[in-house]
């Protein structure tokens, strides 16, 4: 590579309040069209904007979470711009006194831990929702989430590849459910993000000049944007160009980034103070209350998952993406046993079909309980790990606990010398053929044996005694 991409996000998360940030009105998602509405959030004139405590604790909570300094003093600022879902032509956000500042995350990439700067984080109003009919050709606008809490979490631009971009994009949502300030629902537009990406010479340490892509709702869509955006931006340069600082939007569909305007700098905005609402004063007593609020987050409960379970880092990593997985390893353990088996059944066979559901953990039909159960079975050598997935399908099909399913299914595992004896005598004569030819050498036939052996079993038999008494009758 000529260039190296340096990349910033600005990830916006509507906050899990009941109200909105400067009124009354309730924050439910799915309404009937500006039936969520006063005339605080649609902008009526003369009306005078509260701002909504809870708002400021989950911000600080955020900020706190995300290892950034709290200032005891931030103030709001009114953003000047025009679009039809803005109702009163300019957003009460905050400019050059946040709520937070000077943070970091840390992500895993190739199996290295790297920390990304966190700017600022700051809280805004929500704007609506343009919707564009194609029946009528007419463009409407809802307002129900204008003037839902919003906040914006801007990265510093540390960010080399996509690759980082959406570990990073997975790690702040993570933390976000963990410590429950957003539900960070990407496909109701609670949590987006925009990319700043510009490309320079490697070993330059001068930036280029930057292109900005809007409202990106996907950690897949993020990265085909940011692929789009670099070779784009490459091509540019290699043919001699100047890169235009400039906002697009990315199209999905053909993977492609469009120009939709040249980017406003700071000063387009005309930020000045909101003159409606006084600055915002937090004690130190008030931020060391909210700090005994959080829970363990993901990278702490990560590092213990290794020490305390012995798991590979990947495991861990994985296992910690939410609050509820962790929570249903920690159950399952707790109950069974086995860190590694148990993590081995939660990414492989539950996730598996949780992704072919489009369920979340918590709404999986298997609980810890009765995973466990089915690990109990295993290690008491009533079923064999193969029959165990069988169990394990029809377990999440049926609701039904392990041992129901055993014995209904009559799956219990073959552990009788005589009846195993039998099944291998059986199979050595009906291969004459390749019991001479493993006599003569051939040991890869072994395999050969033990899968007729399991077949003729219906995958009952004990595969330790199929394994120790086919060895003996073969060398017969």
Not at 51 to 80: P, V, W
Not at 207 to 232: C, D
């Amino acid at each position: 590579m000529k260039y190296e991409a340096v990349i910033g996000l600005e990830v916006h998360a509507q906050l899990q309040t009941n109200t909105k940030i400067f009124c009354g009105c309730e924050t439910a998602f799915g309404e009937e069209a500006n039936t969520r509405t006063c005339p605080v959030c649609i902008g009526m004139p003369g009306v005078l904007p509260v701002l909504n405590r809870k708002a400021i604790e989950y911000i600080i909570k955020t900020g706190l979470a995300t290892n950034c300094r709290i200032n005891a003093y931030s103030r709001f600022a009114r953003k000047n711009y025009f679009y039809p879902d803005l109702p009163k032509g300019y957003q009460i956000s905050q400019y050059e006194l946040p709520v937070c500042e000077h943070g970091f995350v840390e992500i895993v990439v190739d199996g290295a831990v790297k920390r990304i700067g966190l700017t600022r984080i700051h809280l805004e109003e929500d704007a609506g929702k343009n919707l564009h009919t194609s029946e009528s050709g007419a463009s409407l606008v809802d307002l129900n989430r204008a003037g839902t809490p919003l906040m914006e979490i801007v990265s510093e631009p540390d960010i080399r590849t996509p690759d980082e971009a959406a570990e990073y994009l997975k790690k702040v949502r993570s933390i976000l459910r963990y410590i429950e300030v957003s539900d960070a629902d990407m496909e109701k537009g609670n949590f987006r993000c925009d990319i700043n990406v510009s490309l320079r010479p490697v070993g330059a340490k001068e930036f280029g000049t930057r292109a900005e892509v809007k409202n990106v709702n996907s950690f897949k869509f993020v990265q085909k944007a940011l692929e789009y955006e670099i070779k784009r931006q490459a091509q540019v340069l290699d043919e001699g160009g100047k890169v235009i600082q400039e906002t697009r939007l990315f199209d999905s569909n053909k993977g492609v980034t469009f120009s939709m305007r040249s980017k406003e700098e700071a000063h387009d905005y005309r930020y000045f103070p909101e003159p409606d609402l006084v600055p915002v004063a937090t004690a130190e007593e008030v931020i060391e209350n909210i700090r005994k609020t959080i829970p363990e987050l993901p990278d702490a409960k990560r590092e213990r998952f290794v020490r305390e379970h012995g798991l590979p880092e990947y495991d861990a990593d994985m296992l910690t993406q939410s609050r509820a997985m962790a929570a249903y390893f920690e159950e399952t353990v707790k109950l069974a046993g086995q860190p590694k088996v148990v993590s081995n059944w939660m990414m492989g066979e539950l996730w598996r079909l949780l992704n072919a559901d489009n369920k979340e953990i918590e709404n999986s039909p298997v609980k810890p309980e009765r995973l466990a159960g089915m690990i109990r079975l295993i290690d008491a050598g009533t079923i064999s790990t193969k029959i165990a997935k069988t169990v394990f399908d029809e377990m999440y099909k049926s609701g039904k606990d392990a041992e129901t399913v055993v014995k209904e299914q009559g799956l219990t595992q073959v552990s009788d010398t005589g009846a195993i004896e039998q099944i291998i005598s059986d199979v050595v004569k009906a291969n004459p053929g390749q019991h001479a030819d493993y006599k003569a050498g051939k040991e890869k036939l072994f395999g050969f044996f033990v899968g007729q052996v399991m077949k003729a079993s219906k995958g009952k038999a004990n595969p330790e005694m199929v394994n120790e008494l086919l060895k003996k009758k073969l060398s017969e």
